[in-house]
């Protein structure tokens, strides 16, 4: 990378303020208290933020960036959101004391890529609404997808730790990190149909269905299984999608110190698709073919926007399942009935209470309602607010929905 001088400096200062940050206390206590969590132990739940929508929240020229080049400004970008997070809507976010650079690697792909027609009602926003083209509506062309071939490329993470060091190492150390398991086989199958194709399918095709499934079953499998050889995994993730991921369980207690293992790592699994489905066909149709998978790694968290409180006993058939979504539409005392002490209760707080004129009330009671389900059933239980969309160009809306979160858990946690 070419840097400037401007440039040096400004990325210098802003990794100065982040080492700084990271060597907070606070960090530690937050970190342990996650740790906990996944142990199953009842501590104050954490409250995180992600998926939050950027393009709204620049203000005062806050995220502007300072640096002239294109590489430079990427750096910049990812640490003055960092910044703005710690200084205005933290919550109980974790600021590590590295900056990490994920493994590079190609992936070919299965040979066919999405066809769709889109519409926007803000152009600078990446949340939009998808026409999908159906590609696979025969068997035959389900045959025809090819499984994905992977290959790291390890002269491109030594230039860029290289670069990063030289630039900002001697105050933020530069660290390589591989990536997290992150399945989600209907994401991808919805956007090659249909979803509407698909649940017709379930219901007059069920065949065609599994044909469909067992040939991405084959696809992810096989990713992982790369991953693993090729030395791609990691247990230093930022997040387990928008939620904490530190556990004292990974790695196995049997790793050496060498390349991870897929029994090392958290899996990560979903299926959005099928909250319009029955809980049966949801099992049917992914859980049973996604549990092989999950349970070839150290410890699995299922689920994002569908409600689950139906799908719970389907998912607890699935040997090392630790954690649960809680979407905004699952039926909150339901599922923590289920869970109780068993998993992770992972509540994900409706971000439509974020989107427009803040009713107070309604996000105090939102929370409340969590809290007394899960303390009464006694469920480690965390909050995640994401999926954030939008806040109409409000940023303050974030800040006062943690202000409210946090002072409504003081009143059943006094001692922090």
Known sequence: MNISANDRAVLR??????????ASPSNAERVARAKDTHSLK??????????????????????????????ARA????????????????????????????KAYTDSGIGLDVQEDVLATDQSNNIISHRYIDQLDTPEKVDALKIPALRADPDQDARAVAQAEEIFGDILPVRLRGHQIYYAPWDIIGRLRGVENCLIDMAERPEFIHHIVKKFTRIG?????????????????PSLHCTPPFTDELPAPDWDGGPLRLKDVWFRGMAQLFAAASPAMQEEFDIAYMRPLMEMCGLSYY??????????????????????GVSPWANVRSSAEQIGGDYVFARKPNPALVAGTLDHAAIRADVV??????????????????DISTVSYKPGNLIDWVRIAERTLDEYYPER
């Open 221 to 237: 499998l096989a990713r992982l299984e790369q991953m693993e050889k090729l030395n791609l995994l990691t247990t230093e993730q």
């Open 75 to 102: 750096i910049e970008t990812g640490f003055r959101r960092t910044l703005m997070r710690w200084d205005y809507f933290q919550a109980d976010m974790v600021v590590p004391p590295y900056y990490y650079i994920d």
């Open 303 to 324: 689920g994002c926007c569908e409600p689950l409180d139906r799908v719970i006993p389907y998912l607890k058939r699935t040997r090392n399942l630790r954690k649960i």
């Open 369 to 386: 309602e969590t809290v007394e389900a899960c303390k009464e059933n006694g469920c480690p239980y965390e909050f995640v607010l994401k």
């Open 13 to 22: 200062g802003l990794a100065k303020r982040i080492a700084e940050i990271a």
């Open 42 to 71: 009842p501590v104050r739940p954490l409250v995180w933020l992600d998926e939050i929508p950027w393009h709204e929240m620049d203000f005062d020229g806050l995220l502007t960036p300072r640096c002239e080049t294109e590489d």
